[in-house]
């Protein structure tokens, strides 16, 4: 079971960190990405992290402004989000897949097996 939180209102340039914590199984045996659905648009990829937390990687619109990272030891991921864009608003939502599945297919929503309940960050300009 995942649990995503740390959503909210922020003004453009400002900065949100969500947070993913799982429980039930150890963190340690999965891939998580981290999506995103804006009004009116499909879900889509936006970061995800290997299992060791090794391997990082990002849609284009969020390099060098979102980071992903994990602390299995805490069985947690994080995003943390600066300089947003009102163009980043969405519901976000964390998901697990094994970690023995095709690093490849990250962006794929279909080969997340977990999905949190989604966390809503609204950038206002």
């Known amino acids: 079971q995942l649990q995503a939180c740390g959503g909210g209102l922020v003004q453009a340039g400002g900065s949100l960190r969500l947070s993913c914590a799982a429980s039930?199984?150890?963190?340690?045996?999965?891939?998580v990405g981290w999506f995103r659905r804006a009004p009116g648009k499909e879900r889509e990829f936006v970061a995800a992290?290997?299992?060791?937390?090794?391997?990082?990687t990002y849609v284009d619109s969020v390099k060098g402004r979102f980071t992903i990272s994990r602390n299995n030891a805490k069985n947690t991921v994080t995003l943390q989000m600066n300089a947003l864009k009102p163009e980043d608003t969405a519901v976000y939502y964390c998901?697990?897949?094994?970690?023995?599945?095709?690093?490849?297919?990250?962006?794929?929503?279909?080969?997340?097996?977990?999905w949190g309940q989604g966390t809503l960050v609204t950038v206002s300009s």
């Open positions: 998901a697990a897949r094994g970690a023995t599945t095709t690093w490849a297919l990250f962006a794929q929503r279909t080969q997340y097996d977990y």
């Open positions: 039930g199984r150890p963190f340690s045996s999965y891939n």
């Open positions: 992290i290997s299992w060791a937390g090794g391997t990082t």
